[in-house]
């Protein structure tokens, strides 16, 4: 493991308010079983997101998330301000910025992604769901920026 990862998320999770406010009272050994806590966690989703095939993270204007199949890590904040996802896409997730996408409805109107490789190619509707690459596909014409780009080069 890179330890510059490890550093960054043992900052991440001693500076979290909860673990501050336990070193400011003076229990600094819960607050350390709590950052390890979180540290594992976190190396779990790095891991996930390295191997899981629709692992992806996205920003838009309502924040990151972290799309590991069923699982959802999310904040607020921008990628800029997300340790873990900028770590993620650092390691080679797959990352779609949606800020540039001006069509909301359009993108609303977007299929969902599929949790895990089971797309089923005839239903259509509400419930659609589609492959990580074609969800890049339709997301990108609407002005998304791609990084980590899953999808096979194409010859012009």
């Not at 336990?22 to 540290?39: H, M, V």
């Not at 966690?41 to 309502?62: F, M, R, T, W």
Request: hydrophobic residues 40%; glycine residues 8%.
């Amino acid at each position: 493991m890179q330890t510059c990862v490890l550093r960054v998320l043992r900052a991440t999770a001693a500076s979290w308010w909860r673990h501050k406010k336990l070193r400011r009272t003076g229990q600094t050994g819960q607050a350390l079983r709590l950052e390890r806590e979180t540290l594992l966690c976190d190396l779990g989703y790095l891991k996930q997101a390295a191997s899981l095939p629709n692992a992806h993270v996205i920003c838009g204007e309502g924040g990151t998330f972290i799309h590991l199949g069923w699982t959802t890590v999310s904040t607020f904040a921008p990628i800029e301000r997300f340790p873990l996802a900028t770590l993620a896409v650092a390691r080679g997730t797959p990352f779609i910025d949606i800020r540039p996408v001006t069509d909301v409805i359009a993108f609303a109107n977007l299929p969902r992604m599929a949790r895990d490789r089971s797309v089923v190619p005839d239903h259509s509707g509400a419930g659609q769901s589609v492959s990580l690459t074609t969800y890049i596909d339709m997301v990108e014409a609407l002005g998304a920026r791609i990084a980590n780009d899953p999808r096979p080069c194409r010859s012009i």
